[in-house]
């Protein structure tokens, strides 16, 4: 496959084959940061954080993606992505991220007993990937 | 020995229930069919992510808390069952199944339901139940399975049990479902020899090892206890299904039946009529004839 430009990816959820493609790369968000994964890269099991799952088209068009935390997967022969939960630009209700946004960051500033903060947390980072996928798309990426 | 009328009603019920029953045997047949899918769906994720765990174990030196092998004390057992009866055997034959399993335990059993019937049934017969969830819904939501399972890693990690097992009924086919009862908690890394061979390749992690554990392992028992659950619904959904075939089957042998009942009935009563009104004429006309 030496001179391919393109490699296959694939999303999974537990519930369905999500999204899958050829791409030219894809920016993940990583626990540790974020990385991108380029055409050969070596084998390499990455986990993720909820966030914006950037891929780049054949054709050079961008699809983003919002990922509920998972992992990045480069075999030799196809990249996938394992995650709870994808969601496509089209499919993000904006104004109910946006609600859960303010419920997280309510309670992470308000501490008050009885508040699980990881999960608190986890859905702030959930919510803030949705609107940040929704922001992209809308702004004229495609 | 009823009455024409007595039988009459009789069929009439007979065949409103037969209605009922024909109904949720279609209802249960395209739930099923939902539920397969699902079943198939999840397939793809789950052999992935075992692969990933296979090698992560392979690449040696896996150490986590959920790996941990510890004395036992206490066994914790999750009974998956169905909120909703008229199943046939399905909830009985996974609870023989965990009767068994707890009979041949040699320390103290907690038991943890799903299902209502499951609950239903130990509690009628005084066992205590540690902690209950409601049956998931039908599109067995990441929320639902995630509660479960947030509640079984912390109970082993908390040390209340040393082992977990989950008793479910696996689907094999419309016509069979088998009751299992399969070890949980410890974690058991599935070897190479398990999966179909594939191509391996030397995989770098990040974060290294047992960080990437940390969110691996919790993402592992999930996908075990999504696919025992959607299991058990697809055998729920067919014993359901075959059950209700079978009452729609009986319901119409009957309706024949007493169909054929009312009808000799009827006939005997015409009969009875007919002979009544001959021996009157009869009578009447020797009558007529003595007079004369």
Known sequence: ???????RLEVLTLQRMFWQGDVRFVIAPGQEGLFEVLVGHAPYVFALKPGVLHVRLPDERNQYMAVGGGFLVVQPDRTSVLTRSAELPEEIDVARAQRARERAEKRLTERSEGVDVPRAQAALARALARLKVAEYASAGAR | MPSARDIRRRI?????IKQVT????????ARLRRAQAKAEAARPYAQRLTEILTDVAAAGGARHPLLERREVRRVGLVIITSDRGLAGAFNANILREAGHFVAQQRVPTGIITVGKKGRDFLRARGVTVDEHFPQ????VRLEEVGAIRKRIIGDFLSGRYDQVWLAYAQFISVLKSVPVVIPLLPLEPPTEAAGAP?????YQFEPAGDALLETLLPQYVEVVLYRALVESLASEQAARMVAMKAATDSASEMIENLTREYNRM????????????????D??????????
Do not use: C, F, W
């Open chain 2, 266 to 281: 009827r006939q005997d009563a015409i009969t009875k009529q007919l002979l009544e009104v001959v021996s009157g004429a």
């Open chain 2, 136 to 139: 998931p819904s039908r599109d």
């Open chain 2, 283 to 292: 009578a009447l006309a020797k009558a007529e004839q003595e007079m004369a």
């Open chain 2, 12 to 16: 009439r019920g007979v065949r409103n």
């Open chain 2, 22 to 29: 024909r109904a949720m045997n279609m209802i249960a047949a």
């Open chain 1, 1 to 7: 496959m030496a001179g391919e430009r393109t490699y």
């Open chain 2, 198 to 202: 594939r191509q391996r390749a030397a």
